[in-house]
């Protein structure tokens, strides 16, 4: 298998980014046992880099999880591990920053996080970290006031880089009009049905890395099925390389020079998601790709419920649907 290769972010004070990482966002019903397994799996199998959140509930097991495969000399120490989280909404208030990444870190049983995001740009009333959102409890955004607060933790050494995830144009642009340290990361839901062109463009410009979830199409929790892994074209093209769907998206992610950043629990499946290094696409193959039709399945409107009404803030303000 190829060396995963690996990408300097921009204020990056630790290591640099693994080239594809392993997701854990997980429902609540699923055990930490589970979820310590799982993440112990990929390390077996060889990722080094992991993304969590305080939302997920996966900080402990994850943390646990490394711990073990330091023991047992499956990495050599905590340093060689890439471990990502993220604040939530109800915590997106300047006093709550700092507070929220020293819990995360008791979570992971970690002196540092190897990058801190903002999980998304709304802001909602303090509380635990829950889902959905309530409509009434959303507030403006702070995007000086979180985001100098972000700057301290990575000036305490608690995150060696800061980022923002599910950030448009528009609210990078508002961040970046406030920011001493600019964003390393923006992780955003990507793939071959939602490819994030503007975006990208963006923050190629901006020296700005993106990460990509939902790299598989994962996300659609309604049963509504998944367009990546049924889209005939992609099919096709995983045929013709004798590959599987799922490396051929997670190839074109790589192309594209972003992170993805796939979630599974089967360890073979976890195997193949790392064989992606050795082997490119034809110019034909990303011209279909280029071609799908597309459509967002992550939007803002999905994290609130559908009661009650917004009372100081606009819900065009926090949408996250950019062409």
């Given at each position: 298998?190829?060396?995963?290769?690996?990408v300097a972010l921009r204020h990056g004070a630790g290591r640099p980014m693994p080239a594809v990482g392993v997701g854990t966002a997980d429902?609540?019903?699923?055990?930490?046992?589970?979820?310590?397994?799982?993440?112990?799996?990929?390390l077996e199998v060889g990722f080094r880099h992991f993304d969590t959140a305080a939302l997920y509930g996966t900080e402990a097991p994850l943390?646990?999880?490394?711990?073990?495969?330091?023991?047992?000399?499956?990495?050599?120490?905590?340093?060689?591990?890439?471990?990502?989280?993220?604040?939530?909404?109800?915590?997106?208030?300047?006093?709550?920053?700092?507070?929220?990444?020293?819990?995360?870190?008791?979570?992971?049983?970690?002196?540092?996080?190897?990058?801190?995001?903002?999980?998304?740009?709304?802001?909602?009333?303090?509380?635990?970290?829950?889902?959905?959102?309530?409509?009434?409890?959303?507030?403006?955004?702070?995007?000086?006031?979180?985001?100098?607060?972000?700057?301290?933790?990575?000036?305490?050494?608690?995150?060696?880089?800061?980022?923002?995830?599910?950030?448009?144009?528009?609210?990078?642009?508002?961040?970046?009009?406030?920011?001493?340290?600019?964003?390393?990361?923006?992780?955003?839901?990507?793939?071959?049905?939602?490819?994030?062109?503007?975006?990208?463009?963006?923050?190629?410009?901006?020296?700005?890395?993106?990460?990509?979830?939902?790299?598989?199409?994962?996300?659609?929790?309604?049963?509504?099925?998944?367009?990546?892994?049924?889209s005939p074209v992609l099919a096709d093209i995983a045929r013709a390389r004798g590959k599987s769907i799922a490396q051929v998206s997670l190839?074109?992610?790589?192309?594209?020079?972003?992170?993805?950043?796939?979630?599974?629990?089967?360890?073979?499946?976890?195997?193949?998601?790392?064989?992606?290094?050795?082997?490119?696409?034809?110019?034909?193959?990303?011209?279909?790709?280029?071609?799908?039709?597309?459509?967002?399945?992550?939007?803002?409107?999905?994290?609130?419920?559908?009661?009650?009404?917004?009372?100081?803030?606009?819900?065009?303000?926090?949408?996250?649907?950019?062409?």
């Amino acid at each position: 298998m190829a060396a995963v290769p690996e990408v300097a972010l921009r204020h990056g004070a630790g290591r640099p980014m693994p080239a594809v990482g392993v997701g854990t966002a997980d429902s609540a019903a699923t055990s930490p046992e589970t979820k310590r397994s799982a993440a112990l799996a990929a390390l077996e199998v060889g990722f080094r880099h992991f993304d969590t959140a305080a939302l997920y509930g996966t900080e402990a097991p994850l943390g646990e999880a490394i711990a073990e495969a330091t023991r047992r000399g499956l990495v050599a120490s905590r340093e060689e591990v890439f471990v990502t989280t993220k604040l939530w909404c109800t915590q997106c208030h300047p006093g709550l920053v700092l507070p929220s990444l020293r819990e995360s870190l008791r979570n992971l049983q970690m002196e540092y996080v190897d990058l801190y995001l903002i999980h998304w740009p709304i802001s909602v009333k303090p509380g635990p970290p829950m889902l959905p959102l309530k409509r009434e409890g959303a507030v403006p955004f702070d995007f000086e006031g979180v985001w100098r607060a972000m700057e301290e933790c990575h000036r305490l050494g608690l995150a060696k880089a800061i980022g923002v995830s599910n950030f448009t144009t528009k609210h990078l642009d508002k961040l970046l009009a406030v920011a001493t340290i600019p964003p390393a990361v923006n992780q955003v839901e990507m793939n071959p049905v939602w490819q994030q062109r503007t975006v990208r463009e963006y923050c190629a410009a901006k020296g700005i890395r993106v990460a990509a979830y939902s790299p598989l199409g994962g996300q659609n929790w309604i049963g509504e099925g998944n367009d990546v892994m049924e889209s005939p074209v992609l099919a096709d093209i995983a045929r013709a390389r004798g590959k599987s769907i799922a490396q051929v998206s997670l190839r074109w992610i790589h192309e594209q020079g972003v992170t993805p950043i796939p979630k599974s629990y089967n360890k073979e499946r976890l195997k193949q998601n790392l064989e992606i290094f050795d082997w490119e696409l034809t110019e034909e193959d990303r011209l279909k790709i280029r071609q799908i039709p597309q459509k967002k399945i992550v939007t803002a409107a999905r994290m609130f419920s559908p009661d009650g009404e917004f009372a100081s803030v606009d819900l065009s303000d926090m949408e996250i649907v950019e062409e």
